[in-house]
């Protein structure tokens, strides 16, 4: 036996409060048939005040135990860019409201990646025999970051959390993580970000340019960036593992725009029905993303045990990545 991480629990939240296209077209230059013809996307989640990240998390974590049918991990990790507070980190606030005082617990940021470096960490501390079971949860309320002016970004994020739980096992068996291809190209920095803040640009004795509290996303050449990383990463995930795409059974992209996910099985070879979406319900949830269209792509049925389901991302940083899996067998996914 090879010592590998299995998928073993599922787990999704969704803040209550729904925002239409018709609802931000009252506010807004804009309108639902933009909305849908450029983006997709139907309706999206949005916290209400008072609501953080950590709590979504929480949520969707407690939701993922409960799947696994497990109380105990040995370690949390939160994909979040949008952390409860710039420091501390917000997974051992998670852990510790989930009765997990004591468990290693730290965030990863790799914005809307970061749901697979955070994947591809916990795989690595299994396989590395430093933790035998890992929660991972992409978590992230960019409605807290948006511009409330800006038509561009308020139309496309949307908040929630999905989670994940891993355990050890056999690299063989049905539900386990085969492979990863993660990358960066920071020369992109200022193609999506928040440019004040940090300790860059700092918000307390120093002018902040007006608006830099903000997040800033330069949509045309994300695009296309988006396209070519997560096509690449794709196609390296799959060679790496001397599989070709249409090998493939499902690919669960990052659901960023649905012209991207259209245009990357276009170059990939793939049938548009081998894409699982569900971009039109909760637009782009940043590192919820993925583990939201999982759950998706489980509740309709479409990713079946055995089946080979590779994982795509691209987000700010720049960051792209990838992950191969085979879909666990007898995988009871909880909503809420
Ligand atoms: N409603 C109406 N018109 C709009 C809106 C809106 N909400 N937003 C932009 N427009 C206008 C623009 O002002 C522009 O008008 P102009 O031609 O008069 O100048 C026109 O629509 C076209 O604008 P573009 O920006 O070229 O529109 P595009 O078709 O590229 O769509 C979008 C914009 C949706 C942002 C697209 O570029 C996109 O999805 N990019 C990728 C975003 C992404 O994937 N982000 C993921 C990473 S984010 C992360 O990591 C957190």
Redesign the pocket.
Known sequence: MTRGAILSGLGTWLPPQVVTNDM?SSE????DE??RT??GIGRRHIASPGMSTGHLATEAARRALKSAGTDRVDVVIVAT?TPDRPCPATAPVVASALGLTGTGAFDVAA???GFVYALATAAGLITGQVADSALVIGA?T?STILDPRD???????GDGAGAVVLRAGDRAEEGALRGFDLGSDGTGVDL?TVPGGGSEQRLSGTEAAPGDQY?H???????TR?VRYMTGSVRKVLDAAALAPEDLAHLVP?Q??V??LDTCARELGLPAERVVKNIDRVG?T?AASIPLALAAGAADGRLRAGDPVVLTG????L?WGSALLTWPGGLTVIDG
């Open positions: 931000l807004l230059d804009t309108s933009w909305i450029r983006t860019s914005v809307c990646t992230d960019f038509r561009t970004t308020r139309v496309i994020f999506i997040f996303m330069d949509g045309p050449q994300v695009f988006a990052h960023a725009n012209r991207i782009n940043v691209f987000g700010g940083g960051t």
